[in-house]
């Protein structure tokens, strides 16, 4: 597309964070924008676990939005994130998802890195017989592997590409510090990993992922077994400058739920699902923290989700693959202390949260929706005004878009729209 230079890439609408141009999800200049000033800018982007990577030498491959990664674990144990790109000529290093390496050896020309990003050697570097090879003033020092900065926190390994960002816990804060404690801080087991393909916008997921108002709605399901319904007690805490958040509930509390009858929601239409599941294993849970809290959902901006839903532990990552395509990473997990049973009774929640099941499957779908919905129209904004227009989060009530608005917050800051 060609684009004046001098025009801005939006002009964004009134109405500050309540109004959101349908441009944003659909223009390729704003997606290479975001990939600079947002995926490569000041954020901390998670890259994986560290039972991922259990031993000295072992690597798994990630992304930071278009930037390959490759996290590991070098020989002293060090966590370390380089960046998967050749100093030669940009081939990626390593191309299996995960293994073992001792050095990252380049199958192009066989240019040599140690695994702190250091280069070593490049094949024929002296020539042959004297002749040809580097010239004397080529300095392999000037030529490492870019490294990022990591934080690992509970298991779970950060990185980010600025110097300026502050360190990992002021930027998500101390509530949210205190969560990932809570859901990871015990010895994790991984119980499987997979990847869903979705037709839309990485930002119309992460917005979904952030809307407690469609949760019992969308997912009729949820509210039909009184799984998710808003009137539960619960509430959303919002994190440094709103940007991230943390949606939670108490399964054992609900009152008001009359609202969902009286309202006419589809989710209230219980005949849809029949009275009630014969195989109670579904939705019997058992209490892992002692908290009486059955779900929290945890994102920080701008793409990372830990999911503690009833007993279905997962960490997700949007991946933006183009303007239109993305493609959400999970890893399902559990702990070393867990029975036999738990461990089963947990992936067969995943099941039904996934993309094969109710939960991910309607995500997925809707974000393709709304996406083929808003494609031809780049003058038109969604509306969100629920809630209101700020970002904070309303005492006693999850009914409100602010987390959605705080995600827009840092999206604006980072991006200059
Ligand atoms: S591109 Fe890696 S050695 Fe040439
Ligand atoms: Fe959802």
Redesign the pocket.
Known sequence: MLTDPKEPLVRWPEGGVTRIPYVVYTDPAIYAHEQKTIFRGPIWHFLGLEAQIPTPNSYVLAQMGDTPIILLRDGEGTVRALVNR??????P?LYHPYGNVEQLM??????CFALDGTMIS??FERGVRGKGGLPPSFNKADHSIPALRVHVISGLVFATFSAEVMDFEDYVGPEFVANIHRVCGRPMTILGEYQQKLHCNWKLYIENVKDPYHASILHAFNGVMKMDRLTMEGGIMKGTRGWHHISYSKMTQESGGEVYEQDNLRSADIAAYGFGLRDRSITDVWDDYGDGVSMTIQTHFPNFVLQQLRNCLAVRTIVPVSPTESRLVWIAFGYESDTPEHAANRLKQANMMGPSGLISMEDGMIGGMVHHGIAGDPDKAAVLEMGGSGIDPIPGTRVSEGSVRGFWTGYRACTGF
Not at 106 to 111: P, R, S
């Open positions: 050749c100093a030669h000529k940009g081939t290093l380049c199958i192009y020309h066989n240019w490049a094949a």
